[in-house]
């Protein structure tokens, strides 16, 4: 039998892989976390709400629940954001910038349910939804553009020179087609 020192031990070891399992238990773990305080903030939501409902009028409690619901909106974009990040081990701009709308929505939502809402605030942030749509927007059609050149790229040489007759009516369409409805 072989008996391993410490030496060796080290230069059979796979740090990356070890580091990848390590990560991988603590996204675990996190996502946990995560189902556990969005499970709690959901029913602490219909305990509050049912409690102003009973002890104070229904105006308060629609004011409560539209401004509670639509920060548990918030939270859980950006929780979607943070698992997709654990699934792809990379930020995706559309969850980031739809939080982000979600956010400004809320704002505007609420400044207008309590009439506390000046024009030039309205107009600031119409401004920033338009920015951030068109963002939204713009990352979509690159990522799909990305993806698809990444695919092309990765076929083998013989099967790009095909000739141009032979391709077929999807693969002749222009990208801006191919966009996914969100």
Known sequence: MK??????FWEDFETVRFFNRIMGLFFKLLIFFVLLVLGVGLVRLFWEVWNIMVAKDLQAAFSFTVT?????FIILELFKSLVEYFREHRLRLTFIVDATLVFILR???????QHQSSPLQLSALAVMVLVLGILRTLAIMYSTMERRLVEHLKQPLDA??????????VESRPFIEDLPVH
């Open 160 to 169: 790009r020179e095909e000739k141009p007759q032979e391709r077929s009516e």
């Open 3 to 8: 008996i391993k020192t410490l030496g060796s």
């Open 68 to 72: 509670s619901l639509l920060t548990f």
């Open 107 to 113: 704002e505007v939502m609420i400044s207008l349910y």
